[in-house]
């Protein structure tokens, strides 16, 4: 249900030209217009924007509204409105601004980042101007140095929205519209153009990379990882889907686990590692044990672990400074399910995310967890959807749960007993019967009256295991 100040936003915004209005409701109509679909208010919205900093990706929230094509206009609107406001500052003796896009359009040549009739040649072109007939070096040393404007934002690039981010990166580099990357995301791309557009973005801003569906193998890994040190406050590395396969040791994967471990190791600000989808099979210890500093966060998600990777891990540094912990994927209904008691133990006093989804546990695998799962106090988010759990274990789950103060959502699996018929103990998630609507539904009143009845309507129990994405459970 919209708030009373959202609803008297969207009758604002229904209106052009806009009244005059206090600053701190920009943002407000800004978000009523792009839902609304009203470009050219948006166009004056930015062109009036009061502050100094305008975060797109904020104020819409919702990326699945970026899929609508009237959205695709507004988006359009905006950056053409951000770059004609940029030029007007750039005009501006000793003006420097600040302006924060958001992850918008790298992926989609339709809603382009610089758009074509307003490039970064353009601004360059229009500075050289205004020193004609100057030339040589004593233009250089008596053209006064050039305003410039910093654009920070979150880049995500493809193949096909490659060519566009490699020449506004590599063209604007010495212009006044500076391009400063914070989160650099790259989708099914070579390690040449991947290293291409790392080599282009400046080494002082940049603090996530996520390289995902890349298909890179160690090989390509160990080509675009010695880039990376170049970037002192890189804070996440994201490799999942990087077809990395150490199952089977040969000379040439021993080879490529140590450089990778090595490369590793000099990132001396890593805090987050993602190598989900990576079988590492007995290898973690090999893989991590160069890193410099404890990680928080270290997401492993179908990566065939064994034993001796969770032994490792509970007896490491980082076990009593993780804070998320993905470990989706793996079967704990065999020899992983003492194992993860034991890392547990070592995370509990500092884990706030848990994700234990599709891990075949039955209601014997969670009774066994759940006295340690209650030692992790500071707990936000747990993860056990996919898992064969009857809706008496949730029940119990949830109960003894309660007690946990910031727990604030538990994404739970459709209970056994909901299926008609129920299928086996300790099958696979994705179950072939279709799920009972409304013993579903029953189960779901169940979960709900339980917490009314404790007083905690803050916590959040759901089988829906997407859409949560832009909720801050997990902030480092």
Request: charged content about 20%; proline content about 7%.
């Amino acid at each position: 249900m919209d708030s009373l100040l959202f609803l008297c936003a969207r009758r604002v915004v229904a209106q052009r030209p806009l009244p005059a209005l206090p600053a701190d409701l920009h943002p407000v109509l800004f978000q009523a217009a792009f839902l609304d679909g009203r470009p050219l208010v948006l166009r004056d919205l930015v062109a009036a924007w009061p502050f100094p900093v305008l975060n797109f990706q904020r104020l819409v929230g919702r990326r699945e509204l970026l899929r609508d094509h009237p959205c695709k206009l507004c988006v359009q609107a905006v950056i053409l409105a951000v770059v004609a406001q940029l030029r007007r500052q750039l005009e501006e003796p000793g003006h420097d601004a600040r302006w924060v896009l958001g992850s918008v359009g790298m992926g989609d040549t339709s809603v382009p980042a610089v758009p074509p009739s307003v490039s970064v040649r353009e601004f360059q072109r229009r500075a050289s101007k205004r020193h004609k007939g100057r030339s040589g070096a004593a233009t250089a040393a008596a053209a006064p140095q050039t305003p410039g404007v910093d654009v920070h934002a979150d880049l995500f690039v493809n193949g096909t929205s490659y060519g566009i981010l490699r020449d506004a990166l590599q063209t604007g580099a010495a212009g006044p519209l500076r391009l400063k990357c914070r989160e650099f995301q790259a989708e099914e791309l070579s390690a040449s153009g991947i290293v291409a557009l790392l080599e282009s973005l400046d080494p002082s801003f940049l603090r996530r990379v996520d390289l995902r569906f890349n298909n890179l193998g160690l090989a390509g890994l160990s080509v675009i990882l010695p880039h990376l040190s170049r970037f002192p406050e890189l804070r996440s590395l994201k490799l999942q889907y990087s077809n990395v396969d150490v199952r089977r040791p040969t000379p040439e994967s021993a080879i490529g686990i140590r450089c990778l471990a090595g490369q590793l190791g000099m990132l001396p600000s890593l805090r987050e590692l993602n190598l989900g989808s990576s079988r590492l099979s007995g290898n973690l210890r090999q893989i991590l044990c160069d890193l410099q500093a404890p990680l928080e966060s270290l997401e492993l998600a179908f990566c065939s672990l064994v034993p001796a990777d969770l032994a490792f891990l509970s007896q490491s540094f980082h076990a009593p400074a993780l804070k998320r912990l993905d470990l989706s994927g793996h079967d704990f209904s065999q020899g992983l399910l003492e194992p993860l008691r034991l890392l547990l133990e070592e995370t509990s006093a500092s884990l706030l995310h848990l994700d234990l989804m599709e891990c075949r546990m039955a209601d014997s695998h969670l009774d066994a967890l759940l006295p340690t799962l209650r030692r992790c106090s500071r707990l936000r988010f747990l993860g056990l959807y996919g898992n064969s759990l009857s809706t008496a274990v949730l029940k119990d789950l949830l109960q003894k749960t309660l007690e946990l103060p910031d727990l604030h959502l538990v994404v739970y699996p459709f209970p056994v007993d909901c299926y008609k018929p129920e299928p086996p103990p300790e099958s696979a998630w994705n179950f072939e019967e279709p799920v009972d609507e409304e013993l579903l539904a029953a189960a779901d009143v169940e979960f709900y009256q339980m917490l009314a009845n404790s007083g905690r309507t803050d916590l959040v129990w759901t089988s829906n295991p997407y859409g949560h994405g832009t909720l801050d459970f997990f902030s480092l």
